[in-house]
């Protein structure tokens, strides 16, 4: 098991939108790929690690936020502000990256990235459950 509390993936996380779930999943696992790039002391696959964080977040907050379009979500503007810190987040980690490599500080960031995202999800991401909920219950009563 993983030293990191925050590793651990639980059905108390769900949305009940499946997309949203499995890439909430896929960055829990991200914490096993980043302890394996520390062990094998590779440059590689940090940079793999932020290659994907650079796409994680176009499309997955792309999809989040697309759902609370969609429903008028009143929580929209402050869920896209908190994702729009942690784009900032990942350039910072893409100039770091590009400039000095250093792998002390590109490993801290990048568990900095996960773990803030971590409570992302557990408190903000999580309200995305009531728009499904609701979205759920609508088709129920039309059909
Ligand atoms: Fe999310
Ligand atoms: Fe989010």
């Given amino acids: 098991m993983s030293k990191h509390a925050a590793a651990n993936w639980n059905t108390n996380l769900e949305t009940g939108d499946s997309h949203v779930d499995l890439q909430h999943q896929e960055l829990f696992q991200l914490v096993t790929s980043l302890d394996t790039a520390i062990r094998d ?29 969609d429903a008028n979500f009143e929580g929209y503007d402050y869920h896209k502000a908190e994702h729009e810190m942690f784009e900032e987040m990942v350039l910072d980690m893409r100039r770091l990256f590009d400039s ?14 996960i773990d803030r995202l971590v409570i992302h999800i557990r408190t903000v991401d999580i309200r995305i459950a009531d728009i499904v909920h609701s979205l759920d219950h609508d088709t129920a009563e039309s059909s």
Avoid at 49 to 56: P, S, T, V
């Fill in 41 to 69: 002391q590779d440059m590689k696959q940090i940079e793999d690690i932020i290659l994907f964080l650079e796409h994680y977040v176009v499309d997955h907050f792309g999809a989040e936020e697309g759902i609370m379009k």
């Fill in 100 to 113: 000095s490599p250093s792998r002390t500080h590109l490993i801290f960031s990048i568990r900095k990235f």
